[in-house]
């Protein structure tokens, strides 16, 4: 494979963390993400008017951090061409609907969410009108937020991390000892897609709300050190 390939992997690598984090932080600091999803509708709603284009904005970037996995994963696989071909060709294309997923369970929120909060603070719109916006956010949550961008999302995304893992212990591009962890954190953000599933549909299972957030900071730690790795 061509360093040019490699080299562009290795800052890929380096730089979706850093833009993951630094998007879902600023969302954590501007609009209290993602414990405000626990709160009423209309909190949430008006909280979100509150932080205007600003927040509309760290919104939409932090959707497009979910994006650009999809071409990450490819990268990566054309990088790692001494690893078996099925097993990084299986790896890309998981890694892409991995991004799919989670694309479209945040791309609601720079562009439905935005017409939900303008509707929710009119004062022409009436209580039957306000409980419809209501359901609909509380619908789009569950399906698009809980089901699709978080459930498939943390399941393909630890899909992804597992497939790479292993490859990485068959290449010789970089540390074979790098696989190990990859595989550990892509099984347990497996685990973390279970947090809604089952018995568990209605309050979340505790075990995988507090795993989640402490897997996805050793996710990045695991991404930043294999883009360095492949760099040096």
């Known amino acids: ?24 932080g600023a969302l954590a600091a501007t609009f209290d993400y993602p414990d405000i999803l626990r709160r009423p509708t209309h909190e949430v709603l008006a909280r979100f008017r509150e932080g205007g284009t600003k927040l509309l904005l760290w919104w939409w970037a932090f959707a497009l951090t979910a994006a650009a996995l999809a071409p990450l994963a490819v990268i990566v696989a054309l990088a790692l061409d001494d690893a078996g ?5 299986v790896g890309a ?20 969410v ?9 004062p022409q719109s009436s209580p039957t009108r306000r409980e419809a916006i209501d359901v609909v ?7 698009l937020g809980v089901a699709v961008g978080e459930h498939l999302g943390y399941l393909l995304t630890g899909a992804w991390t597992i497939l790479v893992g292993i490859s990485l212990t068959q290449t010789t591009l970089a540390p074979s000892w790098l696989g190990i962890p990859a595989i550990v954190i892509g099984t347990v953000l497996v685990l973390c897609s279970l947090e809604f599933v ?31 790795a492949l760099l040096v």
């Open 1 to 24: 494979m061509s360093t040019v390939t490699v080299t562009v992997a290795g800052g890929l690598l380096l730089g979706l963390p850093v833009a993951f984090n630094v998007a879902f």
């Open 85 to 89: 071909d099925t097993l990084r060709i």
């Open 93 to 112: 294309t998981v890694g892409a609907l991995a991004a799919l997923v989670q694309l479209l369970g945040l791309i609601r929120w720079p562009f439905l």
């Open 114 to 122: 935005p017409y939900l909060a303008r509707v929710d603070a009119d």
């Open 137 to 143: 956010f509380q619908s789009f949550n569950r399906y």
């Open 198 to 228: 089952g018995p568990a549909e209605r309050h979340g299972w505790k075990l995988a709300a507090t795993l989640t957030p402490i897997t996805y900071i050793a996710w990045s730690a695991w991404l930043i050190a294999t883009g360095i």
